[in-house]
């Protein structure tokens, strides 16, 4: 029998017996399977739900958060990516980046590893159970518990970090640096990192959907695209896009305020700029603080209806800010703006119900053995601080803990964990290449 195929939606079945509804005689007749059809909305798969130009996320226009008398009048629109299946933008990042790396034969005999503030980890999450594929996710640790319980719900081992834990790269790329020592552990041959910060498919996902969506949607109208700066690979990809298509079509950045709770957008204050981004497209970048994009939520809440999470929130912000001051819109009547709002709130509730949103959310750490030795022969940094500072934080008061670790950055980088978390260290030896680290634990 010929099954359908989520790759080959117009294959169907041979024709199977059934018998008909409602027959007096009894007759079995032949009955064609039902088949997928997208034009009916029935799907054989749930990754053929993941947003295209021909099953585009929709637009909706504001009417109430950005109206008024002050500043030019701006018609914005929002995309609201959270009803791709998975909830959020980053299932089109990851689509492509898992079918760019099948295609290449990376995933060959590897389990995956990667680094997320959430979205884009349970999109790989949902599509890694799909195929069976094994997957751990280095997350910060002040990402909404929702967020981590959804991921280990598909399936994935979910890896809890502060994000200064052995910052390579910059003061808050903790869980980037973590992901990068796991994908380098045993020479590279039992995970490989997609690394949605520099894979190119990033942007291709959002110069190939996204960007042609939007230009489709509008009518080719928009003249103002907003988004958040994180990976970039909406903000490059639809940038590159829309701009082919109009070189006037003004592309605006948001960027939160060092340490902000704002999960999804990175401040490069304080983080890495990815590879992938290509600010030559940005025309502005407006900074938004914590304060205004929670109160602008709550706003899309109850004003709009809109369950959205608080980086849509800060995007939206933005787009006030640029209806009051900005130049070129003064020079147009009402001109069509479109902003990604990335993921839904309900993946933020525990924020919300806190009270207070911009509080820290208590942090929860992997229940971890106590054992009083801890081996990291053949890690590195972070990994060998990342598996220490989670054996600390489940020992009691004055116990010893020994690690054996033969990274030469170890070196360092215990004594800076110790002095951080307020441990004694006890002592340090060299032994055959390899250091011997002993700890107690605070009072």
Known sequence: MTLATPGNPKLSAKTTSHPRLGSTSGRIEERARVSSAPALRRYGDIRELIASVENPTPLVRLNHVVSGTEGAPLD????LEWLNPFGSI????ALFILRGMEERGELDGRAIVEPSSGNTGIALAALAALSGQRLTVTIPDGVPQEKKDLLRMLGADVMETPDDLCPVDHPKDGAIALARSIAETEGGSAFVMPNQYENPDNVRAHYETTGPEIWKQTEGRVRFFLAGYGTCGTLTGVAKYLKEQDATIQIIAIEPQAGHRLPGLK????????????????????????????????RLYREEGLIVGPSTGAIVHAARELRLGHRALRAESAPTAVAVSPDGGLKYMSYFSAGDPVSEPVRQLDTVTNDRSLDCTGMVCPLPIFKAKQTLDNMDPGEILEIVCTDPGSLSDFPALAKRTGHALLSVEEQDERQVFRLRVRA
């Open 76 to 79: 914005l629109w929002l995309k």
């Open 90 to 93: 980053k299932d089109r990042t």
């Open 267 to 298: 401040s490069f204050r304080e983080a890495k700029i990815p590879a992938i981004l290509d600010p030559s497209l940005i025309d502005h970048v407006i900074g938004v603080d914590d304060s205004d994009a929670y109160e602008m939520t709550r």
